[in-house]
């Protein structure tokens, strides 16, 4: 019995192990080749991205063995034969272009994040605090829309934008980002469980409504509020749909869009700028992992 | 007197609606004026021949929808990734999530790695993807090596399954959390009850974890099948604005026809895909309903 048992659990962790390394494995290789030098990521990728007409190679062409195939092997390289920061020096110092991409997607994920959250503590605590038929219904109505697809949802918001004359400017995907119900839906579901107790001590001592809510919910909230903000800054920093199609100047684009369109040319610079763009997330996972835990858990379930 | 508290009543029922109010109008204000009103703008598009003339037409605009290939090819993809996708992504995470309860060495850095692909954006690894699966890549290399013929993997029917392995590597580790939490609130009596009284690990499993983790299982599955919809991102960063055959999705239609600014077809569909949406949620109230009742008795 006890042999049995030990030999599930050595089984259970090499299943485990093969899971982890497969996980990990895109990740680490994009930071490992970061390092590589423009002649070693040629000479092992080279390849891949050498085709020029780049917008047709995905065309099913009928002869299967087209010409194209060479015989330059192409493999993935977990550890570059020498150490460099040049991708990185050229990245930062000598093609502002990618620094500019980065810069435009912090434009748009900043002023999303502070207003979402903002405006989302007053709307969670009017869910919370002041509950009846029409309120449910209209939570209701913000859990279907936090369900919503991109394929509805971009629709209405292009409409807006198109009358307000945003298109083509940030506002276009701000203003639709700020009054995103995501945040509204877990800080609801946070100051549900806030025990009325606290709130009828306050009302004891004579608070105003604008004092229980900033000085009672909004500090409980801390944590909370910590959770979402990861949960959206990844959502929004992770955006294709919206730039897409609010967007028609390319310079505007943020890098989560303009990273693959990156000039065949510069390929070497990839991995680099690919590393530059997922530093900020890794490090929030890292100082902050049991906060984005706590906000998926709290996501699961629709009831409060 | 009695005139008297009844104003006081109402008085206090009417401030509270005003405080109700103003905290939640800023909010309140925005999703209408985003979301709402010119929702049902869309719906009143897709009633009509086009914005300028506003002839009514009725259900014409969803019948040529209906009859429109590229928008049944969209669709019929969009099923076909989402029926393969969803119960992998409920079964796999349950595994994990399993494996984890287990007293597996090390369980938390397994956790940290399994939920790590959650933050790394798709844009950054999606070039290892390129690298493995292009026609000239990792993959048709080995293949070569091995003197077989190379296969055009973005280009044939195993498309789906690259852009699958993507899916599945970014949203796994979010299911799993939820399952691990559906884990925790299992009350450990009741197992070592089981235990007790020589229940198998089998019956542990079946007659306890699955019953408690129903509703959590219905809820990753919706949630996934929601997700799968939205499959876009990752073939848009894998091959760019038009691919072809297999991995042309929904969005890719929509992207399509706003380009074109064909306001009744995108309208119509986006209205179609709303009704689709709304039965689904309606199907996860209704479930999770049931099974919360169900585990509370």
Redesign the interface.
């Known amino acids: 019995m006890r042999k049995k048992k030990t030999a599930?659990?050595i089984i259970?962790?090499m299943?485990?192990i093969a899971?982890?390394l497969?996980?990990?494995?895109?990740?680490i290789?994009?930071l490992a080749d970061s390092f590589m030098s423009q002649t070693e990521i040629m000479a092992h990728?080279g390849?891949?991205f050498?085709?020029d007409n780049n917008?047709e190679?995905?065309?099913?062409s009928s002869d299967?063995?087209d010409t194209?195939?060479?015989n330059?092997?192409?493999?993935?390289i977990l550890r570059p034969a020498r150490v460099t920061f040049s991708q990185y020096f050229t990245v930062l110092f000598k093609s502002p272009e990618y620094l500019f991409k980065f810069w435009n997607s912090v434009k748009l994920v900043v002023p999303i994040l502070v207003f979402q959250i903002l405006?989302?503590l007053?709307?969670s605590?009017?869910?919370a605090?002041?509950r009846g038929r029409v309120?449910e219904l209209?939570f209701f109505?913000?859990?279907?829309?936090m369900?919503?697809?991109?394929?509805?949802?971009?629709?209405?918001?292009?409409?807006?934008a198109k009358w307000m004359g945003t298109l083509n400017t940030y506002w276009s995907i701000i203003?639709?980002g700020?009054?995103s119900?995501f945040s509204?839906f877990i800080l609801t579901k946070f100051m549900r469980r806030i025990p009325r107790a606290y709130v009828e001590a306050a009302e004891m001592d004579g608070a105003s409504?604008w004092n229980i809510?900033s000085k009672i919910y909004v500090p409980l909230c801390k944590g909370t509020i910590v959770s979402v903000a990861i949960l959206v800054f990844?959502d929004y920093?992770?955006m294709?749909?919206q730039p897409?199609?609010m967007l028609s100047d390319t310079d505007k684009y943020p890098?989560?869009?303009f990273?693959?369109q990156i000039n065949k040319g510069e390929v070497g610079l990839?991995?680099a700028v690919?590393?530059i763009?997922?530093i900020p997330?890794?490090l929030?996972?890292l100082y902050c992992?049991e906060y984005?835990?706590e906000g998926?858990?709290y996501s699961?379930?629709?009831?409060g | 007197m009695v005139v008297r508290i009844m104003n006081v009543e109402k008085k206090k029922k009417l401030l509270?609606?005003t405080?109700?109010?103003s905290?939640?109008?800023?909010?309140?204000l925005?999703?209408l004026?985003?979301?709402?009103i010119?929702?049902l703008?869309?719906v009143y598009y897709s009633i009509i021949d086009n914005p300028i003339q506003t002839n009514f037409v009725g259900v014409k605009n969803y019948v040529q929808l209906a009859h429109n290939q590229a928008f049944l090819q969209a669709l019929g993809n969009t099923f076909r990734f989402s029926v393969i996708a969803v119960p992998l992504a409920v079964i796999l995470p349950l595994?994990?999530a399993m494996?984890?309860d287990?007293?597996?060495?090390g369980k938390s850095?397994?956790r940290?790695?399994?939920?790590?692909?959650?933050?790394?954006?798709?844009?950054?690894?999606?070039?290892?993807?390129?690298?493995?699966f292009?026609?000239?890549?990792?993959l048709?290399?080995i293949i070569?090596?091995m003197g077989a013929?190379?296969v055009?993997w973005?280009?044939?029917v195993y498309n789906q399954f690259i852009v699958l392995s993507l899916f599945l590597?970014k949203n796994?580790?979010?299911n799993m959390?939820?399952f691990m939490?559906?884990l925790g609130d299992i009350p450990m009596e009741l197992i070592e009850v089981a235990k007790l009284e020589n229940a198998s690990s089998w019956q542990i499993f079946w007659k306890i974890k699955i019953r408690y983790l129903s509703?959590?299982v219905f809820?990753?599955m919706i949630i996934s099948l929601?997700n799968s919809?939205?499959i876009?991102?990752e073939v848009?960063?894998?091959?760019?604005?038009y691919?072809?055959?297999n991995i042309y999705y929904?969005?890719h239609f929509?992207?399509n026809q706003?380009e074109k600014l064909d306001y009744s077809k995108?309208?119509t569909?986006?209205v179609i895909?709303?009704i689709f949406?709304?039965i689904i949620?309606g199907l996860?109230?209704i479930v999770?309903d049931k099974f919360?009742k169900e585990v509370e008795e």
């Open positions: 599930g659990r259970g962790t299943i485990c899971f982890a497969i996980f990990l494995y895109p990740t290789v994009t990728y390849n891949v050498k085709d917008s190679w995905w065309n099913y299967k063995k194209t195939y060479k330059d092997k192409v493999q993935i405006v989302a007053g709307a605590y009017s869910f605090r002041f309120k209209a109505l913000y859990i279907i829309l369900l919503m697809p991109y394929q509805v949802t971009l629709v209405p918001n292009f409409m807006v203003l639709p700020v009054f119900p509204v409504e809510f990844i920093w992770n294709v749909e897409l199609i890098l989560s869009v990273l693959n990839a991995f690919a590393s763009y997922m997330c890794i929030i996972f992992e984005l835990v998926i858990t699961g379930g629709l009831k | 509270k609606i405080k109700s109010i905290f939640l109008a800023p909010s309140g925005g999703v004026a985003f979301f709402i010119p929702f703008v869309i595994l994990l494996l984890l287990c007293r597996i060495p850095i397994f940290t790695i399994y939920i790590s692909p959650l933050v790394v954006p798709v844009a950054s690894v999606v070039l290892v993807w390129q690298v493995m292009d026609k000239n890549g990792a048709n290399s070569k090596g013929d190379p055009n973005m280009d044939s590597w796994l580790g979010y959390i939820l939490a559906g509703s959590t809820f990753v929601i919809f939205k876009f991102r848009y960063l894998l091959t760019g604005g691919p072809y055959g929904l969005q929509m992207n706003f995108i309208s569909a986006a895909m709303s949406m709304v949620i996860l109230f999770e919360g």
